[in-house]
């Protein structure tokens, strides 16, 4: 085919099939089926709550969350966490699946309860620990209700920038201009929505941090923040001035430098820490 020739117009099948190697990033662990592919146990730590996870925005949210916990000293929330190498299929592991039949990272496993709860979703787990803890999640009706609400925002709006924007604009095996313009859209407005109510408020719900700014930052602002995608430019994220003022707020805070940390296998040697099972474990040295 000529660079100037169309490429064919895709016909779908009657029935969709399942083909391999479609050749974007991460085609080798999409599958059209859930449940384990293998049998693999899970490692267990010495504390009550067992993470399972890995250091990308969902998971940071949990981090974030249980290192903030921490700071405020709640003892109770000391944690072991355990790094799910996506890439190399671990999500598809039985003990894993067991906790999530999702297969998605994070996965939360509390073994202080009667019987062990497991709780997999970040917002869950969010909503989860804020209860257990009394922390971070506002008692008011009014406010909760807000927080609520703007958790709940990002869990139904993250998908469109990192399924369907990264997915497109960085991921795919080519550069397509509909699904671009259509997820560059719906982010650019997520990102106002944002905006509008920053300028308005310290954080998401008011002047105090609370899960919806935990699960919203590790997303939005890395996009602002630290160029994620390789868009800054493209979506001219320095228009959103109220956010980035906001994602730097958050990202100063001790508990969530800690936070990013966790989990995190790649990146400069400072900022790694695969495995977490005790807060001295962030002492560099
Ligand atoms: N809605 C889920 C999404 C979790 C999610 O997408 N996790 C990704 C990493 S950020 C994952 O584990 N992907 C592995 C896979 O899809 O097989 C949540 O918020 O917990």
């Known amino acids: 085919m000529s660079d100037t020739e169309a490429a064919p117009e895709y016909v779908p099948p009657k029935v969709w099939k399942w083909e391999q190697g479609s050749g974007g990033r991460f085609a080798n662990i999409n599958r059209p089926i859930a449940g384990a592919t293998h049998d693999k146990t899970l490692p267990v730590g010495e504390h009550p709550l067992q993470l399972y996870s890995l250091a990308t925005p969902n998971g940071v949210k949990v981090t974030v969350m249980l290192e903030e916990l921490l700071e405020l000293g709640i003892d109770g929330a000391e944690y072991d966490a355990w790094i799910v190498n996506i890439g190399e299929g671990n999500q598809f592991g039985s003990d894993f699946v067991a906790i999530n039949p999702n297969s998605k990272i994070p996965a939360l496993l509390d073994r202080s309860t009667p019987r062990p709860?497991?709780?997999?979703?970040?917002?869950?787990?969010?909503?989860?620990?804020a209860e257990k803890f009394g922390a971070f999640l506002?008692?008011?009706?009014?406010?909760?209700?807000?927080?609520?609400?703007?958790?709940?925002?990002?869990?139904?709006?993250?998908?469109y920038l990192g399924g369907g924007f990264g997915h497109f604009y960085a991921y795919a095996p080519t550069k397509m201009q509909y699904p671009i313009d259509r997820f560059a859209m719906e982010v650019k407005r997520q990102l106002d929505?944002?905006?509008?109510n920053l300028a308005e408020?310290?954080?998401?719900?008011?002047?105090?941090?609370?899960i919806a700014d935990m699960a919203t930052y590790p997303w939005y602002g890395?996009?602002?923040?630290?160029?994620?995608?390789?868009?800054?430019?493209?979506?001219?994220?320095?228009?959103?001035?109220?956010?980035?003022?906001?994602?730097?707020?958050?990202?100063?805070?001790?508990?969530?430098?800690?936070?990013?940390?966790?989990?995190?296998?790649?990146?400069?040697?400072?900022?790694?820490?695969?495995?977490r099972h005790s807060r001295h474990d962030f002492d560099p040295g």
Not at 142 to 150: G, I, K, N, P, V
């Open 222 to 275: 890395a996009v602002v923040l630290h160029n994620i995608y390789d868009a800054a430019v493209f979506l001219d994220v320095a228009s959103y001035s109220n956010v980035i003022r906001w994602a730097r707020e958050i990202e100063a805070r001790p508990a969530v430098q800690r936070g990013r940390r966790v989990n995190k296998s790649w990146g400069p040697e400072a900022e790694r820490l695969p495995e």
């Open 201 to 210: 408020r310290r954080f998401l719900v008011g002047d105090e941090l609370t």
């Open 117 to 129: 709860t497991r709780v997999f979703e970040s917002g869950a787990i969010l909503v989860y620990l």
């Open 138 to 159: 506002p008692t008011d009706p009014s406010d909760r209700a807000e927080c609520l609400s703007w958790l709940f925002w990002q869990m139904g709006s993250a998908p």
């Open 193 to 196: 929505v944002l905006d509008r």
